[in-house]
């Protein structure tokens, strides 16, 4: 199975600081996307890192890629508390690449 | 336009009950997927259609069956469910091909009793 964990499964901070996630997978990839979730709807694509690259910025996101370890961060920098929501992590793999399979998720809390 | 739009929202049925559930886009996309999602959980994919033909059935059981009618809909018809497959169903919508990204609809929250 491509699925793997993310820590912390729950990160409750303040607004204004910083938020990082971490993300493991267990096969080979083609690339790893960060999802949002608001309150169990939708969600939406945050950003996409191919497997040839370490590092990817996308405004207040920051994502990296470790192949060697099979692990990826989502850094939130400055929240809000808007920014409150569950963030996955999802990978297609090489084969298979029609897949796009989620780690467990975690959720993120910004207090006021 | 880049939304996928499900309908309906909210569904209960019952165990005896045939529904189905509806999924349309229109941005061309020529893969689409069905996920299930209970609560706190991550999203666990169904099937995926690709150029209007399943190409990936996660061994879901025969009571869920997908239809994919042309590329831009997708219907998951539902027959004798079990209320443990009360869940939030996700559509999403993609360029087929290895660097794309999903886009997904609002889900259908699903109940079963």
């Known amino acids: 199975s491509q699925q793997g964990e993310e820590d912390p499964q729950a990160l409750s901070i303040q607004e204004g600081e910083n938020a990082t996630m971490n993300c493991s997978y267990k096969t080979s990839i083609n690339n790893l996307q960060w999802y949002r979730q608001n309150s169990g709807r939708g969600l939406v694509h945050l950003i996409l890192?191919?497997?040839?690259?370490r590092e990817k910025h996308s405004g207040r996101l920051r994502v990296t890629l470790d192949t060697s370890k099979k692990s990826s961060s989502l850094l939130i920098t400055a929240s809000r508390a808007a920014d409150t929501a569950s963030y996955f992590c999802a990978s297609r793999g090489i084969q298979g690449a029609q897949k796009l399979v989620f780690g467990q998720g975690t959720r993120l809390t910004i207090n006021p | 336009d880049t939304e996928v739009t499900q309908t309906p929202k909210h569904l209960v049925m019952g165990m005896t009950n045939k529904k189905s559930l509806k999924c349309e886009q229109h941005m061309g996309h020529r893969a689409m997927y069905w996920y299930k999602q209970k609560a706190k959980k991550p999203p666990e994919l169904m099937f995926v259609y690709s150029y209007e033909k399943l190409s990936i059935n996660e061994s879901v059981p025969s009571r869920f069956s997908p239809e994919c009618p042309n590329s831009s809909l997708l219907n998951l018809h539902l027959h004798a469910l079990q209320p443990e497959d009360s869940a939030l169903y996700l559509c999403a919508s993609s360029q087929v091909g290895t660097g794309t990204e999903a886009f997904f609809g609002q889900g259908t929250r699903l109940t079963v009793v």
């Open positions: 890192i191919r497997s040839n690259e």
